[in-house]
């Protein structure tokens, strides 16, 4: 059902134009909104109207026309102001809001369509039914987007949804559809050529938009790219793996694909009991459950360069001597000398396998 906050624009839009002034009432004949010298009619003459078989009444210099939702009457409209022109004032009045109340419609279709579809709840046939009714290509490149906002996003602000409307319209072919009040989907249709680094760059750019327009916290994950509507589940369900996986083993990024998960995917599905005698065996009875962020910090530095000391030091901006510390300390700590590459390939897995094991409520 169209929102009372659109009709409340539409109408003082349209009365700063024709300056008309106009009524909106519910079907028990309660005023929902009325422009500044609009003429209120009594609750009992709207009700009368609004069950009568006629679609428009006069009283005075006033215009009374019924506001069709679903072929039902929604609203009651109330118009008056220049003479002959009221009427027809009232009746482009009337084809604007019932006009709104279709495009809501095959929006909330739509949106409703996306969410079974994402979540199986489909058959074959009716995927391409609803789709040709929807007027939704099936054969196309797309790939789901999941955005998740921080904590700090109020529960009532859908500025965020506002937002990414704005950046992904459903004229392109893309569709939003919300999950609950912290997170959003968004189904993004994609040229015959786009590979992932599209769906990179247009998710980097819409957490760079979010978090510099509304200062909130975003992260965002994708699936694959798939061409037929019917395997769009499998990219949704990629994109949540990514996100739990993302939160998990790779906090510092705001973007993660599910292509490149990498060791932390395989990590994500093994069993807490296949976990617990890893780190068991690395570990013994000493889980490094106080190491902080900054020696993993280091660890996935000294990764990156391929074990090389002295450019881990470079980039961190840190001695030499004050690295090689710190893997002493570590070595005499667990019996694993990182600048050995076994060593510090099983350090850097054990880690990861503490991680989820503590994100998960394991450990």
């Known amino acids: 059902m169209i929102s009372i906050q659109t009709i409340r624009k539409t109408l003082e839009e349209l009365s700063g134009i024709t300056r008309a002034e106009f009524a909106l009432y519910d079907t028990s004949g309660n005023v929902l909104f009325s422009t500044e010298k609009a003429e209120i009619h009594p609750a009992d003459v709207i009700s009368s109207f609004i069950y009568s078989a006629a679609d428009s009444q006069i009283i005075g210099d006033c215009y009374l026309l019924k506001i069709r939702e679903e072929d039902e009457t929604g609203y009651c409209l109330a118009a008056s102001g220049r003479g002959d022109e009221t009427w027809t004032i009232c009746r482009v009045a009337k084809h604007e809001l019932e006009n709104l109340s279709q495009v809501y419609k095959d929006k909330y279709n739509r949106s409703s369509f996306f969410q079974n579809l994402l979540l199986d709840n489909l058959l074959l046939v009716d995927i391409h039914n609803q789709s040709k009714r929807l007027h939704i290509a099936y054969n196309v490149p797309r790939a ?95 994109a949540r793996m990514a996100m739990e996986v993302g939160k998990i083993f790779y906090y510092e990024k705001r973007v993660i694909s599910y292509d490149r998960l990498g060791i932390g995917r395989l990590i994500y599905q093994l069993p807490p009991s296949l976990c617990r005698v890893f780190i068991k065996e690395v570990f013994g009875d000493k889980i490094p459950d106080h190491i902080d962020n900054e020696i993993m910090t280091t660890i996935n530095t000294f990764f990156d360069n391929n074990l090389n000391v002295s450019e881990t030091a470079r980039q961190l901006f840190v001695h030499r001597n004050t690295l090689v510390y710190r893997f002493e300390r570590l070595e005499k700590e667990f019996g694993l000398d990182l600048r050995n590459f076994n060593d510090a390939l099983v350090f850097y897995i054990a880690m990861m396998v503490v991680r989820y094991m503590k994100a998960t409520n394991n450990l």
């Open 144 to 238: 789901v987007i999941l955005f998740e906002f921080g904590t700090n996003l109020q529960p009532q602000d859908n500025a965020a949804d506002e937002l990414l409307q704005e950046l992904f319209r459903s004229q392109n072919g893309d569709y939003l559809t919300a999950i609950d009040e912290n997170s959003v989907i968004l189904i993004k249709t994609l040229e015959e050529n786009d590979t992932a680094e599209k769906l990179e760059e247009t998710a980097l750019m819409a957490v760079d938009t979010l978090e510099t327009e509304l200062m909130i916290g975003v992260r965002a994950s994708y699936g694959t790219i798939e061409t037929e509507l019917k395997d769009l589940s499998a990219s949704y369900k990629e």
